[in-house]
Every structure is written in C-alpha cells, then in structure tokens.
C-alpha cells in the first residue's frame, strides 16, 4: 500500500488521482468571460495532488480554478509554480464596513480568477489596471484565499464575540526568532498562479480597488520547481530548498471525506455558524541556512529529515519510493528512522496521533542576500486543518528541540482562519460573518 493511500486512517474508498482538477475546479478557461467558458472548459487527464511539482510545459494562461464554491479555492487546489501569502490591516469600524470589503474584495477576485478584457478608461485619468500582463486578464490558474486573523476580531468590540474558538495571536516556539514586522494582521490573502505576473498582478489590482479598506503590512513570495512527469504521466513532490522532496506524506486532497474530517471546519468542532466550511491557515516563514546545510554530510541530512533525498524513500525501505509509508513499529528503537528524525516526530503514525494530520501547502522562497552575505531562502511553510490545536500546535510541539533546528530558523507568519467560500455570485466572501455581526449589533441596541 502507498503513502497516500494508507495516510488516512478509516478515509473510505481511495479517490482516484484522475478527476481530481475536475473536482477540484482546476479547467482551461477563454480569456474572455461570459456563459461560453464554462461550455467550453477542459477538464485535463491527469490529476495532481496538492504538493505534486506544476508539471512542465502543462501550464496554460488559461487555466482556471473555480473560483465560487462551498470551500475557497487554494486549499486543497493543487500548487501552481507561484505563491504569495499577504497580511494586511483592515479599516472597518461597523458591520457596514466589513460588508463593503467583503464585497468589493469578492468583486475583484471574482474577476482576477475568471479573467477578461481591462476597461478603458479616458486618459485623462489613472487605467483601471496596471497594465502588467497586458490588455486581457487571464486566470492562469489564479487562486486567491482570504483569511482573518484574531486582531480583527479582538480590536472591534462588535466582532469580538464572533471569533473563531481556537484562532489567536500565533505565540513564539521555542525555535522561533519572530521579526514583529512579518507577523500576524487583520486579514491574507493567499495568491497562486501559474506566473508569479500573476500573481504580483493581483496584489497589485486589490491594493488599487481597495485603499479604503485594506493597508498592506508585509508579503512574502515563494515558488514550486517545475518538474517534467514520468514517462507514465505522474508528477512527483516538489523538492524543497533543503533539496528533499516536500509533500510525500501529504493527505489526498482528493478524498473529500478525509478533507472533511481534516481540514473544513465542520459543525462537531464548536466553532461559530458563520466559519463551517472554512479552515485554520497556519503560516510560517522558516529561514534555511542553506550554506550550513550544503555542508553536512548526507547520510546526516538524512537521518534528519528520515527520508532518502533522491527518491523520497523512507529510510527503513531503501528501494521503496516517496510514497511508501515508514514502518516504525518493526524500528522501535530508530536504528533505521532516528526517534528523533523530522518525518517521525511529525508523524509518528500512532493511534493517538492520527487526529494531529495537516494538509501542507508550502512554497519554496528566495529574498537575497543578508547582511553576513548568507543566502535569505528558506520555506513560506503553509498548511490547513479543521482545528489548529489538534493539527500545527501539536505537530509543532512535538517537532520543538528537533535536530532539523541547527538549519531552521523560522521568522514570520500567523494563525488565520480561511473564510468559507462564496457560493455563486449572489453571495460573498464573509457573508455569514457581516450577518453575524448584524444580528449581534441589533440584539445590543
Ligand atoms: C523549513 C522547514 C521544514 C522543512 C525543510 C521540512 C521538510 C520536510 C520533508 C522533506 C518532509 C518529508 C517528505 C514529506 O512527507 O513531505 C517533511 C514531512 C513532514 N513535515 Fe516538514 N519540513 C519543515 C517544516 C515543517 C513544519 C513547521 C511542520 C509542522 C509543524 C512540518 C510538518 C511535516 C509533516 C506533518 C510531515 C509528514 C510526516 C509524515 O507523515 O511522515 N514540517 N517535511
């Protein structure tokens, strides 16, 4: 059995790997907008997981991923070559407020996602758009997931009360040397694309459409390797800046009652009406110190990480591939897979411990160079789950003091929860929460 099909313990039958982007929305879309695209929309054969290397030569500028639905897309979608997690502030004082940025906010997601011709305006005046990938938007498979943080809620008494149970101000872990100025904020914004234009396109036009409202306090871009696929089609993990393959272990996006049991946020876990379908983000900025790294020795690295680093392989199935499951059970003492290694306090595939699985989303990051002329790269780490205690706080605790340390260090990031998504075009983004907040003002006069 693989990786991916035994991950999930009682998951139900193994969805199959094809079909996922149908499911998952992932089509090629015209450039221009209107009832014809969905007519015409392409599902492509092979279906991708979440952490699967964008596959080479397969990207169109017409790739489009739905954009309305039960759940926001960019959770479960799998990656684009691009990625961008952006933290702002919010100027709302009423539920009006938040009901006009919600709006707007969906308004040009909306837009960006599906695509289409720029406006002209008169010349006279500012263009509708920036200009920087040209006259006609194209979705270039654009995802776009808003999240709130807890300050939202916890600087506006008449949200207060609507908060998300387990969403707080992200606290320091042991390892961590967090720069105020790349923590936390009211609300992300998540973006992916095939094209990082895209992407910087999109921050671009919300910072345009919505100065009013939104107030951009830090950014952070990443990317995925562009691999080709097998001979048989398949695409393997991207490899991360520590040069192991990222995502083996990941939990099949595909399967949605593992997805439902995992990372949506259901009715069992006590949370506000307004937040069932939405998900806990978790984002890290975990420097890797690359130079340090390039040194040690390989069989080192290894034992770290618990994987090979050309195939994936666990270490106690040399010949084994990425997706074949550790058997820690036959190593209790880790003489092939150390106690400590990062796969096994991470997972260690106990009973007990299968409640703590995460989604990962993660983009490799490249800033430049430091100050002592080190390489600034690392992980813009990203993952999803129903209940953030049960899933980052507990793999992160259990990952404290682990060797994987000496080379990490992370710097940034935040809890957020991902809203639920818009359902059509009659609704928007955070709708649920602005009625919330409407019922709880009017029951208060
Ligand atoms: C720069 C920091 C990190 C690096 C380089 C890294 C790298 C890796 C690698 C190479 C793997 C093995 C392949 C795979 O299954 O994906 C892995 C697995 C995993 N990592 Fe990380 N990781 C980092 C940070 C984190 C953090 C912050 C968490 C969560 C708190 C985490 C959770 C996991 C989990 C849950 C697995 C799967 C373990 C399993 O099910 O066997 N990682 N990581």
């Not at 808003?146 to 008449?158: H, K, M, Q």
């Not at 995502?247 to 399967?255: F, K, L, M, Q």
């Amino acid at each position: 059995m693989t990786e991916r099909d035994s991950e999930i313990p009682s998951a139900g039958p193994a969805a199959s790997r094809r079909g996922v982007l149908g499911a998952l929305g992932l089509m090629a879309a015209c450039p221009f907008a209107g009832m014809a695209r969905d007519a015409e929309a392409k599902i492509p054969a092979a279906a991708r997981h979440v952490t699967d290397a964008p596959a080479f030569n397969r990207a169109s500028p017409e790739d489009r991923v739905a954009f309305f639905g039960r759940h926001q897309a960019g959770m479960t979608t799998p990656r684009p070559a691009n990625g961008m997690v952006a933290s702002f502030a919010v100027a709302v004082a009423t539920p009006d407020d938040l009901e006009d940025l919600f709006r707007r906010l969906t308004d040009r997601l909306a837009f960006l996602t599906a695509g289409g011709p720029v406006p002209r305006l008169d010349p006279k005046l500012p263009a509708a758009d920036s200009g920087i990938v040209g006259p006609i938007v194209r979705p270039d498979a654009l995802t776009a997931t808003v999240a709130v943080g807890a300050s939202l809620f916890d600087d506006r008494p008449w949200l207060a009360p609507l908060k998300p149970r387990r969403l707080r101000r992200m606290k320091r872990f042991a390892n961590d040397a967090l720069d105020a100025g790349l923590c936390h904020g009211d609300l992300t914004l998540q973006i992916c694309a095939n094209t990082q234009d895209t992407t910087i396109h999109a921050l671009r036009d919300i910072l345009k459409s919505l100065p009013d409202r939104l107030i951009l306090r830090w950014k952070q871009e990443g990317n995925v390797p562009v691999v080709a696929p097998g001979p048989d089609g398949t695409t393997e993990s991207a490899r991360n800046f520590l040069g192991f393959r990222d995502g083996s272990a990941n939990p099949d996006a595909s399967d949605e009652t593992s997805m439902d049991r995992l990372v949506w946020i259901g009715p069992e876990r006590g949370e506000p009406d307004w937040a069932l379908g939405g998900s806990y983000q978790v984002v890290r900025i975990i420097r890797n110190f690359v130079e340090r790294w390039d040194r040690t020795p390989l069989g080192e690295q290894e034992r770290i990480m618990g994987r090979a680093r050309i195939t994936g392989a666990p270490l106690d199935q040399r010949d084994a591939t990425e997706f074949h499951a550790p058997d820690y059970a036959r190593d209790p003492d880790g003489r092939l897979t150390p106690l400590d290694a990062h796969i096994r306090l991470a997972n260690p595939r106990r009973p007990e411990t299968a409640e703590n699985i995460i989604l990962r989303r993660p983009f490799n990051y490249s800033n430049g160079v430091t100050r002592s002329g080190q390489l600034d790269q690392g992980l813009l780490f990203i993952c999803y789950q129903a209940d953030l205690d049960n899933g980052f706080v507990a793999v992160q605790r259990r990952l404290d003091g682990e060797p994987l340390e000496e080379y990490v260090k992370p710097v940034g990031g935040g809890y957020f929860l991902a809203l639920p998504g818009a359902h059509d075009a009659s609704d928007y983004l955070g709708s649920r929460l602005v009625a919330a907040a409407r019922s709880l003002a009017a029951g208060s006069l």
